[in-house]
């Protein structure tokens, strides 16, 4: 049985997942959850039995489901351990998950959209300092990922060595949301390097935003692919 990913294009968390699946070339299926439309679909009966967090992503594997990206990616590891998404040794290991971990709990919970949302809807936050709000977070969160990457002896081509993993799939979709926001991205040439190359990968170009069905819009420019 194929299994399912209930996703939103723009939703950081379900991109990383796309991504993992994509890089142990795993089939699924997607099953657009939109965010907004609707109500908010995350809201509706049908998904709330899946996930009662009302957020994507939702991993479906026969009966079973499983829902937060780091869970899901840490179990298709277990599964399916080639290619490797995490270093062989304990020590990497773990300095490879508190980056990761840097991006999908520090960073990005609280530029989520449901946080955005409530501070504009319920505090009357203006669009401004909604704004202002998200650029001094995610700014704060990239550059400590760029001081910690700067001069560190185990990034290579990706962020550990020269194959991608698990800090390149929570820093790719991290950095859309980055760029999307016209965030100046002059002061991150660590992160953008190895953004850039991820992005030549069709495991990270097939999970991007413009590739969704349901996508509205176009990606942030993307460095072209190399010859």
């Known amino acids: 049985m194929q299994t399912k990913l209930y996703s939103f294009w723009r939703s950081s968390a379900a991109f990383r997942v796309r991504i993992a699946l994509n890089l142990k070339n795993l089939p699924y299926e997607v099953i657009p959850i939109h965010l907004n439309k609707n109500g908010g679909e995350q809201f509706h009966a049908e998904y709330l039995n899946k996930n009662p967090n009302q957020l994507v992503p939702v991993y479906e594997d026969g009966q079973q489901s499983l829902h937060q990206s780091l869970a899901i990616i840490e179990y298709l590891e277990e599964m399916y351990p080639q290619p490797p998404l995490l270093p062989s040794n304990s020590l990497d290991r773990a300095w490879v998950r508190s980056l990761a971990m840097d ?26 300092d909604k704004d202002a709000w998200y650029q001094h977070w ?39 949301n980055a760029m999307s926001s016209q965030l100046d991205m002059q002061p991150y040439p660590v992160l953008m390097q190895i953004f850039t190359e991820c992005m030549q990968l069709p495991a990270f170009i097939n999970a991007s935003w413009e590739k969704q069905t349901d996508a509205e819009g176009l990606n942030p420019t993307i460095p072209p692919k190399k010859e």
């Open 103 to 128: 991006i999908a709990m520090d960073i990005h919970p609280i530029n989520n959209l449901r946080v955005l949302r409530y501070l504009v809807k319920k505090l009357g936050v203006s669009a401004e």
């Open 138 to 176: 995610i700014t704060l969160g990239l550059q400590s990922l760029e001081k910690q990457l700067a001069d560190d002896p185990k990034v290579g081509r990706f962020a550990y060595g020269n194959y991608p993993g698990l800090i390149d799939i929570c820093l790719v979709p991290q950095l859309f």
